[in-house]
């Protein structure tokens, strides 16, 4: 199975960029669509990006779209999601996932992705 582990979180005010990677051990991540997600204190985990295996497709969800950028590096084993013009509504714990199956319905359901990092903290101040 895949291991994931995330980086690149940090204090940045709004209006600001970060950008964050997911860097996958154990197995290729070519197997794998892989999905980032965010949780805020006291919040359910929220879906914000995922892409296929081959990166040719990507879904955003609504509040993001536009100022975040999902991609892949599947020789490098990375994923990253690129994020500019934060705002403070952004201040979460990301997390990067992965699942080995596709499903349209599905695609935003955090317990169809088998596999998980530990997450990196993102903070935006106004």
């Known amino acids: 199975q895949v291991q994931l582990a995330e980086s690149g979180g940090g204090l940045v005010q709004a209006g600001g960029s970060l950008r964050l990677s997911c860097a996958a051990s154990?197995?290729?991540?070519?197997?794998?669509?892989m999905g980032w997600f965010r949780q805020a204190p006291g919040k359910e985990r929220e879906f914000v990006a995922v892409i296929s295996r081959s990166g040719g497709t990507t879904y955003y969800t609504d509040s993001v779209k536009g100022r975040f950028t999902i991609s892949r590096d599947n020789a490098k084993n990375t994923a990253y999601l690129q994020m500019n013009s934060l705002k403070p509504e952004d201040t979460a714990r990301y997390y990067c996932?992965?699942?080995?199956?596709?499903?349209?319905?599905?695609?935003?359901?955090?317990?169809?992705?088998?596999?998980w990092g530990q997450g990196t903290q993102v903070a935006v101040s106004s």
């Open positions: 154990g197995r290729a991540l070519r197997d794998y669509y």
């Open positions: 996932a992965a699942r080995s199956t596709w499903s349209m319905l599905t695609r935003m359901t955090p317990n169809e992705y088998a596999y």
